[in-house]
């Protein structure tokens, strides 16, 4: 027998659940669906990343996040987000994937995964951006030393690394990565650093590659991965350098083929934005609401943890207002 809930909420990251505790709080019938652990992005953060956000923003459920130093790191959240399932003991299926959503003939959900089937008179999707990574479409990219993820940087140690990008995670990735010994090279597509880096990390980087101790090459590309070389076109024109590992950190995108399948509709340009109400949550399919970073479409910089707490109770209120 199909089970029947007023809510399912599909991820169980920060925002997920967030709108747990809210639905809690409304003593809504709920359930959490995650394809992975608890706060499954987080956990596949590069082991020692900081946050650019303090502790108290990114805090839940008016549960103090308390950490010694000035910006937590991936640990200290892992730990805190943990705490608060142990606190609020949410209703959550984890490892367990859902594969579709479509509305019936009574305006209900199914909510389809890989194990079962669930029934929902509202749905939230809180499933984040980190899953499916841009890639350069370029001749190589399959090979195994190229990677589009970066944990640490031990494996890269007294290694020739190319670092593809200028965000936060390729300038971390860069700056790990030679103070553990490797010869880093990055290759960025515009002339600068990304002014969005942390503050604290961008003068480094940018000293290091003054200093020449990280070897930069701005508004170049790469045009092939051979398995001990890359070819990079520059403005002074095509090089090839001695290669061992490429770190192709081009940023990642949401499913978007999974919010077109339940009928979300996107904005017809590149950024791909859902139509949404920004007062309710709410998209264009009735009783189908987003949460959290997946609202901004291909703008995964535009919501984060500590500007997307608020929508858990505005769904939430909304909701139970009907």
């Not at 640990?75 to 949410?90: D, K």
């Not at 640490?152 to 690394?161: G, L, P, S």
């Not at 503050?199 to 930069?216: L, T």
Request: glycine share 6%; proline share 3%; charged share 25%.
């Amino acid at each position: 027998m199909t089970q029947e809930y007023d809510l399912i909420i599909v991820g169980g990251g920060p925002i997920g659940l967030a709108c747990a505790i809210e639905a809690q709080k409304k003593k809504l019938h709920y359930l959490i669906i995650e394809k992975g652990a608890i706060v499954n992005s987080i956990f596949n953060y590069p082991l020692y990343m900081t946050f650019f956000s303090t502790a108290e923003r990114l805090e839940i459920g008016n549960i103090p996040f308390n950490c010694l130093a000035p910006k937590p790191g991936r640990q200290e959240a892992l730990e805190y987000y943990r705490n608060i399932h142990r606190y609020f003991n949410f209703n959550i299926h984890l490892f367990e994937k859902v594969t579709e959503v479509y509305q019936l003939e009574n305006a209900a959900f199914h909510v389809g995964t890989d194990t079962t089937s669930y029934e929902a008179k509202n749905v939230v999707i809180a499933t984040g951006f980190y899953d499916i990574p841009i890639e350069m479409n370029v001749k190589g990219e399959n090979l195994l030393k190229v990677s589009h993820y970066y944990k640490e940087a031990h494996e890269y140690a007294f290694r020739n690394i190319l670092v593809v990008g200028a965000n936060n995670s390729s300038v971390d990735a860069a700056l790990e990565c030679w103070r553990k010994g490797a010869n880093v090279t990055m290759v960025i597509r515009k002339n600068e650093i990304n002014n969005r880096v942390k503050y604290w990390a961008k003068p480094d980087i940018e000293n290091r590659i003054a200093e020449g101790s990280i070897k930069a090459y701005f508004e170049s590309s790469i045009t092939e991965i051979r398995e001990n070389e890359v070819e990079i076109e520059t403005p002074d024109g095509q090089i090839t350098i001695e290669n061992d590992f490429v770190l192709a950190l081009t940023g990642y995108k949401p499913d978007l083929i999974f919010l077109e399948k339940m009928g979300i509709q996107l904005s017809d340009d590149e950024l791909k934005i859902p139509n949404y109400n920004p007062d309710t949550m709410e998209t264009n399919v009735k009783g189908l609401f987003l949460a959290g970073v997946i609202c901004g479409g291909m703008q995964t910089h535009k919501w984060f943890i500590e500007n997307s707490r608020v929508h858990a109770t505005m769904i939430v209120d909304y909701i139970t207002s009907k």
